[in-house]
């Protein structure tokens, strides 16, 4: 029997096409194996960042619509145990979650689970650094668009960089955090000048800098192709003082990296408009409220959380999951005549 025959549950998007398997890996429809998960625990931030969301006007979940640690733990483990092996923690800002750690101490045991990381703004890091790594976090990403402080004021709607260095620099006093990396979306007219102080702090502390695209999921819908600073641009700049080469990586992962060619420090860049990288995509999101996503750009969802209150077993939830899965979308559309944004912005979504 296939799927959508012996689980009655209501399942989004487009119809499946073919039998959905039932066991082995979780695979989608065009043979994609999907081996990372993001969680969002909130769609709550501290910032508001002019790409992300406006400065006034969201509508904030309720908290009985948001999934409870014991839910996420339960879909987590679900996950990991057909062939999900990284998860990591996002948001909104998920250090404004209470009891982050405790989440992140129910996660960090599952068995099969090889990679456990979070992605932060890193305000309240240095507050919250040692219970995070003594709960068992292994990664962190912390999300900063610029080293100048006037700039960061304007784009995130804050006066909070001096807090966020901060935060890095207790990030460092725990080795098995490691690697830290920073991200910095990347929008034309804004980050040209800060590429060359990104790429000096990349070779005097031991953060990796990666620049990310801007895409199209600002609340407000007002992206424009033009904005864009492509990753080969950013690079050019680097070279232009610090000759860089690539790193090999057997992993499938979102950034191409190089290092600079005297062996000082590393850098990457995330391209998803210039040169998508869909074909290896092996990733999905859960967000806040319960919603499974199966490309970050999805015009559809499925409702986990559903399920999850009604009673369903694991094995009739692993089933949704994999039907789900199997009609992930074979790319994300940025490029084609008549693109629609996701559904969500990426507050919304998670990061």
Known sequence: MTIDETIPLVLGGPPIQGEVPTDGPLRD????????????????????????????????????????????DRLARIFVSIGVEELRLTGGEPLVRRDLPVLIEKLSPIKGLKSLS??????????????????GLQRINVSMDTPV????????????????????????????????????????????D??????????????????????????????DRTDVLTGAEIRAIIESKYPLE???????????????VDGTGEVGFINPVSEPFC?????????????????????WET???????????????????????????MKHHINDPGFQPASRSMSQIGG
């Open 29 to 72: 429809g065009f043979g994609r194996l999907i081996k990372n998960l993001r969680i969002s625990v909130t769609d709550r931030c501290n910032f508001r960042c002019t790409y992300c969301m406006p400065e006034e006007g969201l509508d904030w979940l309720k908290r009985e619509d948001i999934l409870s640690y014991e839910e996420i």
């Open 194 to 223: 800060d590429v060359l102080a990104f790429a000096e702090l990349a070779r005097r502390k031991p953060y990796i800098i990666r620049w990310i695209e801007f895409m199209p999921l600002d609340a407000e819908e007002k992206w």
């Open 149 to 192: 402080r006037e700039k960061f004021a304007h784009i995130t709607r804050r006066d909070a960089l001096p807090q966020v260095l901060e935060g890095l620099e207790e990030c460092e006093k725990y080795p098995e955090l490691s690697p830290i990396k920073v991200n910095a979306v990347a929008i034309r007219d804004f980050s040209e």
């Open 279 to 299: 074909e290896t995509c092996d990733r999905v999101r859960l967000t806040a409220d319960g919603q499974f996503r199966t490309c970050l750009f999805s015009r």
């Open 246 to 260: 690539p790193v090999s990586d057997d992993r499938i992962a979102t950034a191409q990296r190089f290092r600079f």
């Open 303 to 329: 409702d986990l959380r559903e399920p999850l209150r009604s009673g369903a077993s694991d094995a009739e939830v692993e089933h949704v999951i994999r039907a789900a899965v199997w009609r992930k979308e």
């Open 118 to 135: 979070l992605t932060t703004n890193g305000f309240s890091l240095k507050q919250m650094c040692a219970d995070l790594v003594a709960a």
